[in-house]
């Protein structure tokens, strides 16, 4: 189940100590084609949610996890999902249109390599979706990208706990449960990321505490 949730730092900070968690529904290579409805829903692929369909039951191939590969990479730089809806059935329509956009502004400062590496993975057509090694190979991985400025770091974070707190508030659910617990010692990005938000959110009630204080005296 690849998500963004899955995602673990063995330590704060390791950016090169990314591993991924809960393979309870993973298939081997062995397995070139699948039948099992799963995943979670924002991260499905087309073809996988087009399997329970009235019109025919369509197996689905390993190309499934370069679609949401796609949808993580497309998070990690906007902060936000490119399909939401709080409606399951608009959001899985949404999903089967590719109906997605790089409209909003904090897509003016990505680079069009990284935005042409999410398009390609988020291609409607999983036989043309490129390969693992296609996308280990994109010049955007292999390190021709651009650092991006602080400004934009900050606004993608800003978008990601946007994000969080809508989901938290609409009671997203998964459609697969985890098949057990990290260990204590990783991280997910997401926990990350709500800790820095009560640390903030702490410091800043002590400041304006401080401040309140400092007006009485």
Not at 33 to 40: K, N, P
Not at 113 to 135: G, M, N, V, W, Y
Request: hydrophobic share 40%.
């Amino acid at each position: 189940d690849l998500k963004l949730e899955n995602l673990l730092m063995a330590k704060r900070g390791d950016i090169m100590g990314v591993k991924i968690a809960d393979f309870g529904l993973a298939k081997g290579q062995a397995a070139t084609s699948l039948s099992t409805i799963c995943g979670t829903p924002q991260y499905v692929a087309p073809e996988v949610i087009a399997k329970g369909a009235k019109s025919g039951f369509h197996s689905y191939k390993l190309s499934c996890d370069v679609w949401s590969c796609g949808v993580i990479l497309f998070v990690l730089l906007g902060g936000y999902p490119p399909f939401y809806d709080e409606s399951e059935p608009r959001l899985f329509d949404k999903i089967r249109r590719g109906a997605y956009s790089f409209n909003d502004p904090v897509w003016e400062q990505i680079s069009d390599s990284a935005k042409e590496l999410i398009k390609r993975c988020l291609t409607l057509d999983p036989a043309l979706r490129p390969t693992c090694e296609d996308i280990l190979n994109d010049p955007w991985v292999m390190g021709n990208a651009v650092s991006p400025p602080k400004a934009q770091l900050l606004a993608t974070k800003s978008h990601l706990r946007t994000s969080m707190r809508r989901q938290r508030g609409a009671g997203a659910s998964n459609a697969s449960e985890p098949a057990h617990q990290p260990p204590v010692a990783e991280e997910s990005i997401i926990a990350q990321l709500a800790a820095e938000e009560r640390e903030e959110r702490h410091l800043q009630e002590e400041s304006e505490e401080r401040a309140a204080d400092a007006a009485r005296a």
